[in-house]
């Protein structure tokens, strides 16, 4: 058996995610991915909640194809799932604010 070695570094995680994705032609999302970016650091949380309700209509309401980007996204395990908006679904993120303190007994 003749198998082509496996690739190093960020080519090979780049080559691990792109052989996950379903090829969608058509998809409406193409392009604009800043729209479906998860949350950076320093993004304010506000416009971060305006960024992901316009790429979650931008899945329901326009694309073609976000039936099969919701099949593929549910047969993943919720650790296997790409951060960010996808098939319309908006991660279920929590504003920042003070962490919870610590309960000593």
């Not at 995610?17 to 320093?42: H, K, M, W, Y």
């Not at 908006?85 to 309960?103: M, S, T």
């Amino acid at each position: 058996m003749n198998r082509r070695p496996e690739p190093e570094g960020w080519v090979g995680l780049v080559a691990a995610i792109v052989a996950g994705t379903p090829s969608l032609p058509g998809a409406a999302c193409a392009g604009q991915s800043e729209l479906f970016d998860p949350r950076s650091d320093n993004e304010p949380w506000d416009a971060t909640q305006r960024r992901q309700e316009a790429a979650r209509r931008i899945c329901e309401w326009t694309c073609p194809v976000q039936p099969e980007c919701r099949r593929w996204v549910d047969s993943l395990k919720s650790a296997e799932r790409p951060r960010g908006v996808i098939a319309g679904l908006v991660p279920g993120e929590a504003p920042p604010g003070r962490p919870k303190k610590a309960i000593t007994a």
